[in-house]
């Protein structure tokens, strides 16, 4: 596969998705980068803007196995993880998958359950792997999660750990459609119905051959140090707790190489790194005095480092 058959792979892909998610061409794009990256996407919006129906379209394009878990207050890590029992019939414990054992996995509200079971995605997120009782099961390649998640003021919610965040390569809203959008979901009686006829583009071999292109794309000594210039500028601020860390310049190179992948690219620019940093950055810093709204720091971020020249280009 050539960086030419990675860009039409994904520009056929994200046509397919913009059928059933209308006006959300960028949001899909994102979507799509992550999945190339090897990372994984938290939609967080308010219920009812189309956060279960995009992931459903994205699972629909793929010939890969797909699972969906609705994160409830009572939903118990094991029914993640797996769990040994024991079998009357042979006297002895067999294991049983639970639902990460897939490929695409749907994690539905996933702020609704409590954060013991929200912990029991960290592992499989981070190492792609479980352990129960003290045995490690590899999971099935390519491995994804998309989980959505209504905003922490809702009623019934519980806040994701830093830790839980900090596995999600990119956050991204969705948003509510405009008027025109709105009545074209209208005339197509919602969206439900066209995701349902989506037909699979690639195969799962596609997406792991795609994700080894990606890790070849090259990052430039310029631009990895404007990566770098942008994370210290989000450090030691009076309104930062806590500013993007080594792991998030890490997240945002990758993010980037993924987005130039899809151009057809096999080099990252700065004009990536500025499309990928506000949903990689911002859901890893922590304000103070309960803040939430990052994008003016990032902005001010942004403002302050100064982009590097047409050096990674002619010196590549």
Known sequence: MTYADLQNHTKRLQEAMEGVIVGKGAEIRLTLAALLAGGHVLLEDVPGTGKTTLAKALAKCFDCAFGRVQFTPDLLPSELTGINFYSPRTGEFSFRQGALFTNILLGDEINRATPRTQSG??????????????????????????????????????????????????????GYPDRGQTAELIARKGAAGAAAALEPICRAED??????????????????????????????????????????????????????????????????????????????????????????????????????????????
Do not use: K
Not at 130 to 158: C, H, K, M, R, S
Not at 237 to 248: H, I, K, Q
């Open 121 to 174: 995605l960290l592992e499989s997120m981070e190492e792609s792997q479980i352990t129960v009782d003290g045995q490690t099961y590899a999971l099935p390649q390519p491995y994804f999660v998309i989980a959505t998640q209504n905003p922490v003021e809702t009623q019934g919610t519980f806040p994701l750990p830093e830790a839980q965040l900090d596995r999600f390569l990119i956050r991204i809203s969705l």
């Open 207 to 316: 997406v792991l051959q795609m994700r080894a292109l990606t890790r070849g794309v090259r990052v430039h000594p310029a631009v990895a140090d404007y990566i770098t210039r942008l994370a210290e500028a989000t450090r030691g601020r009076e309104d930062v707790a806590l500013g993007v860390s080594t792991r998030g310049c890490l997240s945002l190179a990758n993010m980037a190489s993924a987005l130039a992948a899809m151009d057809g690219r096999d080099y990252v620019t700065p004009d990536d790194v500025l499309e990928a940093m506000p949903h990689v950055f911002a859901h890893r810093l922590i304000l103070r005095g309960g803040r939430r709204n990052t994008s003016d720091i990032l902005a001010q971020a942004v403002s302050q480092t100064e982009a590097p020249v047409e050096q990674w280009v002619s010196d590549r």
